[in-house]
């Protein structure tokens, strides 16, 4: 059973940072794509970043591109997400995803990577807030 555990969620000032994490367990794929999502109130489901175990290959969408940064600690099935420069935009709760294939080429664009981990696990969510 594959279980996605976020956590690092909290209250922040404009210009703050926080560091999310995404404890997986359950997945015996030694390669696989793994991201983040989240959901502003009233707004649809947005993929900001996602990244193959495989290869460390990165998509980020311009909304996040230059502020956050996925990486990965392997030994510990886990995943992270470091936002900096937060703005009250970010505001959301934050979901980790993980899908049991490989991140599609680059060459398809960010949308169907997102579109792959939308199908798959996610967790329970982690809230991030940011004020003004």
């Known amino acids: 059973q594959v279980q996605l555990v976020e956590s690092g969620g909290g209250s922040v000032q404009a210009g703050g940072s926080l560091r999310l994490s995404c404890a997986a367990s359950g997945i015996t794929y030694s390669s696989y794509c793994m991201g983040w999502f989240r959901q502003a109130p009233g707004k649809e489901h947005e993929g900001i970043v996602a990244a193959d175990t495989g290869d460390g290959r990165s998509y980020y969408a311009d909304s996040v591109k230059g502020r956050f940064t996925i990486s990965r600690d392997n030994a510990k099935n886990t995943l992270y997400l470091q936002m900096n420069s937060l703005k009250p935009e970010d505001t959301a709760m934050y979901y980790c995803?993980?899908?049991?294939?490989?991140?599609?080429?680059?060459?398809?664009?960010?949308?169907?990577?997102?579109?792959?981990?939308?199908?798959?696990?996610w967790g329970q969510g982690t809230q991030v807030t940011v004020s003004s």
């Open positions: 995803a993980a899908a049991l294939t490989r991140c599609p080429s680059p060459t398809f664009g960010n949308n169907a990577t997102f579109r792959i981990l939308k199908l798959g696990y």
